[in-house]
């Protein structure tokens, strides 16, 4: 939080153009597309409604033009326009934008809007996740997404089949997260709560020697006394206490101690194991559809073997054909018996499935098998008793029909959740990236180490000091205080070269010390690190989905009772042909009768659909692919931003700290008064030493320089220090009026430009130098050339994205020549130059209004309404945690070669998509008409059951297979000739 409040305090110091403050690393939630930091950020802020009574709209037109329009605000969440009544209902965000903001841009657009006072209140918003075992495909998502949209004070929900979780949005001063868990286990569901979305900062602890419900209870108001706990959940059961708290205040040492202290000092507190997390749930599910399966083949071998194989073996066909009682074989008890189990004990899992999903009026796959199972099963039990009921009947069954199909699908779910289970490594990969251990040193006052001790990760708190030797991971986020090495950060930014560390640097936790010892003073630890960060912006990337899998949604409503109807008129057709000699009886099958023919059309119908294969089809993709993006550097946060991303055919470019380092520094100096060089310089420095601006920086660190003392210097005092945005400062220091900044703000206080200024800001500027003028008592009195030097590559990356047919534009606060200057080196053709934030976002509104699919790239505070008026916003990983936190995909290398990798990565993925969807799609309409047996009259070919079973679970696992394609991903070959290294600026 202190970085990110930080940031919005810096907001103001952004006075000479668009280069910003950089916060050490960034931290990155994923939030909705539109949602800037004070509106995503939920400490920040929370959400309000407004309705607006709107006059002059008279279809749907009108109501389409005015939702545009709102929603292109920054800060909106949702809009919604209601024609008949004449209103309009805006939830939005009141830190970002305002009800009054709104209602001049429904005027805008050219209807009169007012605003309804009576209807405009505040809510807070949590968002919890949620862990749901059972679904089976899209039509198991839609109705639990349905239960708990149903509720008040649910506001968003988004349940992922792929990830078996559900990520809702909701008012905790309305509704519960235990209700919602309460709610997904009414629809027939096991729900497990992941986080409740109240919990900065969770610990489950294990205590040994609690025997009674009184010393838990002591325990827990022991622990409750503590300042910074939240809160205190205990379960004598299994002896373990989770502890909800403010890291800043506290942390899971001080819990341990306060355990241990209480009452008899009997106690013993530790880390709980962690146990039930999504990887272990994926294992034990895999070992019950293994086991399923060992099972059904145990019954079903012998199955297919007496009913398709020892048919043809004479004297084995003998004794399965005795008679026992009438006409009822041995062969026919004995498949009877096997086949029971496997229906009624192996498969009861699809029977309980279509019970929950048809007691809530859906139907879903489990439906389809069950009925398809039964149809054979009861159909062959008829059968049987008949036989043994009658001298002259001698009917068929199909007992192997429902052992085979329930076997194979058992197969196909294996093979299935195998998949899966690959499509999300790499969150294991960066969750393992976290040291077990760390070394705790204690200090004394004056910073000598007292004693050394080993502890799990998980204890660190904040303000610790840890121990790194060389060739151990960085335990937490920090900063060093004593020591120096080179510590490699590719696993977190993906930058291969080890970067120096010093006293006074950051450290990310998770990253690898190369060769010096360092101590290091946790700063950011638990949940608030940056690697638990990006592991939640790619869990809840791979939560989101993508726009295009609404598809896949509107056909699953459909999709099993069409199945089902389908199913039972080819049943009737074939019946009826039957019946009325349609067909010749030479087309009837040896030991068949018409209705059983028509039965196993019927059956193969129902058991090859699959809706399976279209509800995997985006998910297990998107899935893949912001995987891979992490592993790559390129921060993807979920499925819109990836759908965005790959029709995206103009990108709008920041400059400084984009296409440019970001690290400004003075390379020439220029005065044009008798001053003294070291007085000119303590004048300016002592004026922007105030100024968080990099541009300020860059002048005091140049007049450093002509300091002897260096580090430890004071510059004179500064009063009345004003920053004007987009401009420059001022202040009075030694009674002079120092102002410094661009030629507009000279003007704009009436301060002469004498014509050598302006040569020399000429000149700066032609070189694609910023001039920065320096007044002293209303006179001009110098000229500072600053220079950004261009990104290694940029040109490069330029040309590639033209080769791609994307347009470059630059759009930056800079002034036209030092602009036009970067431009023409790069080879970007557009320029919008002095540009300030707003004109930035609107510029980016006029190419989509042009019909172009627009990305912007920044870094800066300054460009996070563009970020979040472009359809994809793409964040520079070392800009400001705003225009991080606004934008859909974070460059985490810095580096534009990842603009590149992010744009062709969406392309590929989206390619497996369309793969999966015409895979999932062509199976169906080509398996459900031969099921049906549209071949049979012409090739007397017709799909058994059995096959048509193992077909339906082939066609899941082949979607998977072909997503988890998307793991062996290289970026374009032409990035590797780009060498985009970083460029360190003495």
């Not at 209807?119 to 968002?127: A, G, H, M, N, P």
């Not at 910074?228 to 989770?242: E, R, T, Y």
């Not at 028509?598 to 297990?620: D, E, N, Y």
């Not at 000429?762 to 001039?771: D, H, I, L, P």
């Amino acid at each position: 939080m202190a970085t990110k409040l930080l940031a919005l305090a810096c907001i103001g110091s952004e006075s000479h153009g668009n280069l910003s403050p950089r916060p050490h690393y960034p931290s990155m939630p994923k939030y909705p597309k539109g949602v800037s930091v004070q509106e995503s950020n939920l400490e920040l802020g929370s959400e309000a409604k407004a309705v607006f009574s709107v006059m002059g709209m008279t279809c749907s037109a009108c109501a389409g033009s005015v939702e545009k329009a709102i929603k292109r605000l920054p800060g909106i969440r949702e809009a919604v326009i209601d024609v008949l009544n004449n209103k309009a209902q805006v939830l939005f965000y009141p830190s970002f934008v305002n009800a009054e903001t709104i209602r001049e841009t429904i005027e805008d657009v050219g209807f009169e809007a007012k605003l309804i006072e009576d209807e405009i209140y505040d809510r807070s918003t949590q968002v919890c996740r949620i862990r749901i075992n059972g679904m089976t495909c899209t039509s198991c998502t839609s109705t639990i997404e349905s239960a708990l949209q149903a509720i008040r004070g649910v506001q968003m929900v988004q349940v992922a089949l792929a990830t078996e979780e559900a990520e809702i949005h909701y008012d905790p001063k309305i509704v519960s997260y235990n209700q919602l868990v309460k709610t997904i286990e009414d629809t027939g569901y096991e729900a497990m709560l992941i986080s409740s979305g109240e919990d900065i900062s969770k610990i489950d602890l294990k205590i040994d020697g609690v025997r009674t419900d009184h010393s838990m209870r002591a325990i827990k108001e022991s622990l409750q006394a503590l300042p910074g706990v939240q809160d205190v959940n205990m379960s004598l059961k299994h002896n373990k206490i989770s502890v909800s708290y403010k890291p800043e205040m506290t942390g899971p040492r001080t819990f341990i101690n306060e355990i241990e202290s209480t009452g008899s000092r009997s106690f013993k507190a530790s880390i709980y194991p962690k146990v039930g997390g999504r990887e272990t749930h994926r294992k034990e599910e895999i070992k019950q559809y293994y086991r399923s399966f060992l099972w059904s083949l145990v019954f079903t071998v012998p199955i297919f073997l007496t009913s398709m194989v020892f048919l043809y073996i004479p004297g084995i066909k003998h004794a399965f054909d005795t008679e026992i009682v009438n006409m009822m074989s041995v062969g026919m008890l004995l498949r009877w018996v096997l086949s029971t189990p496997v229906q009624f004990i192996i498969g009861r899992r699809f029977y309980s499935g279509s019970y929950k999903a048809l007691r809530h009026g859906s139907a879903n796959m489990d439906v389809l098998i069950a009925l398809g199972t039964n149809g054979a099963y009861f159909y062959s039990v008829y059968s049987v008793l008949r036989a043994a009921t009658s001298k002259d009947f001698k009917g068929t069954d199909f007992f192997e029909t429902s052992a085979m199909l329930i076997s194979f699908i058992l197969l196909g779910k294996y093979l299935e959740v195998l998949a899966k289970g690959k499509t999300s490594e790499a969150i294991a990969k960066l969750m393992d990236l976290a040291p077990g251990t760390a070394t705790l040193l204690t200090l004394d006052d004056e910073g000598n180490v007292m004693s050394e001790e080993e502890i799990d990760s998980q204890l660190i708190q904040k303000n610790d000091v840890i121990k790194v030797i060389p060739g151990a991971k960085v335990a937490s986020d920090g900063f060093v205080i004593w020591g120096q090495s080179h510590v490699n950060e590719s696993m977190i930014t993906g930058e291969a070269r080890p970067v120096a560390k010093r006293k006074g640097d950051t450290v990310i936790g998770g990253t690898l010390n190369v060769n010096g010892v360092l101590r290091i003073k946790a700063t950011w630890v638990g949940s608030e690190s940056a690697l638990s960060q990006i592991v939640r912006l790619v869990e809840s990337a791979q939560l989101a989905k993508a726009p295009v899998q609404k598809f896949a949604d509107r056909i699953s409503k459909y999709f099993v009772p069409l199945v089902i109807i389908f199913s039972f008129s080819t049943w009737l057709a074939w019946f009826l042909a039957g019946k009325f000699h349609w067909y010749p009886d030479s087309w009837i099958p040896f030991s068949m009768d018409d209705f059983e023919l028509a039965l196993q059309f019927g059956i193969s119908v129902m058991v090859i659909a699959c809706p399976c294969a279209l509800g995997l089809a985006t998910p297990t993709a998107v899935m893949v692919g912001t995987g891979v993006g992490a592993t790559q550097g390129v921060l993807i946060k979920g499925g819109q931003a990836l759908e965005s991303a790959h029709k995206v055919n103009c990108i709008v470019f920041d400059k400084t700290g984009t296409l440019t380092v970001g690290k400004p520094v003075v390379i020439d100096k220029r005065l044009l008064t008798s001053i003294a060089v070291q007085d000119f310089n303590e004048l300016i420095a002592a004026t922007e030493v105030n100024s968080e601006h990099p541009l300020a920086k860059a002048i005091v660190e140049h007049a450093k320089k002509f300091r002897e003392d260096g580090e430890n210097l004071a510059w004179p005092e500064a009063q009345d220090f004003i920053s004007i945005t987009g401009h420059g400062v001022k202040a009075i220091v030694r009674n002079k009026e120092i102002i410094i900044g661009n030629k507009s703000l000279m003007l704009d206080h009436n301060i002469a430009i004498p014509l050598d200024a302006e040569d020399i800001l000429a000149e700066a500027e032609g070189k694609a130098q910023t001039g920065i003028l320096v007044s002293i008592d209303r006179e001009v009195a110098g000229v500072l050339a600053i220079s950004d030097p261009l990104k290694p590559g940029a040109k490069e990356a330029i040309s590639v994205l033209g080769t791609m047919k994307i347009r470059s534009i630059m759009v930056t606060g800079d002034n036209f020549r030092t602009a036009n200057s970067i431009a023409n080196e790069v080879g970007i053709k557009t320029v919008v130059a002095e540009a300030k934030p707003e004109q930035k976002a609107e510029k980016v509104k006029d190419l989509q209004a042009s019909g172009y699919t627009v990305a912007m790239v920044g870094d800066g505070i300054n460009d996070s309404p563009a970020l979040v008026a472009a359809d994809v916003g793409m964040a520079i990983g070392a800009g400001t945690d705003i225009a991080i936190e606004a934008a859909d995909i974070v460059l985490m290398k810095s580096n534009l070669e990842d603009v590149i990798t992010a744009i062709d990565l969406s392309r590929r993925t989206f390619f497996h998509i369309r793969l999966n969807y015409f895979w999932a799609l062509g199976y169906n309409v080509i398996g459900i008409p031969i099921a049906a047996g549209i071949l049979f009259p012409s090739t007397r070919f017709r799909l058994p059951p059995w096959i048509a079973g193992a077909a339906m679970a082939a066609s899941s696992v082949s979607v998977v297979c072909c997503s988890l394609l998307l793991k062996y991903y290289r970026r374009p070959k032409k990035l590797d000739k780009l060498e985009m290294h970083g460029i360190k600026i003495e």
